[in-house]
């Protein structure tokens, strides 16, 4: 059973970049025709898909967000990782790492979830 788990900092100032990790046990991120996804839900909103980055490294982004959202990966320890530039508030959210043999939807597994708050 592939089990995710995120990592990274609780809290971000404003004008900062934050960084998390998805550490995936129990599977390859490099298994075929596989997808793994960040997700995040800011208080009182919808899910809210960020990007995915595939079975070869190739990465799709939200077009909302892919200007300061970079996504990418690290074979050899299994990880992913998310990269958001010049938070803002706005960005104060739940994030989430999933995987699925969809590129958007259909997730298999999911982290449990990490807050971030971005604040001075």
């Known amino acids: 059973q592939v089990q995710l788990q995120e990592s990274g900092p609780g809290l971000v100032k404003p004008s900062q970049t934050l960084s998390l990790t998805c550490t995936v046990s129990g599977g390859s991120i490099t298994t075929s025709y596989y997808y793994w996804s960040w997700i995040r839900q800011p208080p009182g909103k919808d899910l809210e898909w960020m990007g995915v980055?595939?079975?070869?490294?190739?990465?799709y982004y939200n077009p909302a967000l892919m200007s300061h959202t970079s996504i990418s990966r690290n074979t050899g320890a299994n990880q992913f990782s998310l990269q958001l530039d010049s938070v803002t508030p706005e960005d104060t959210a739940v994030y989430y790492c999933?995987?699925?043999?969809?590129?958007?939807?259909?997730?298999?597994?999911w982290g449990q979830g990490t807050q971030v708050t971005v604040s001075s």
């Open positions: 999933a995987g699925g043999d969809s590129r958007v939807g259909n997730y298999n597994s």
């Open positions: 980055i595939d079975y070869d490294g190739i990465t």
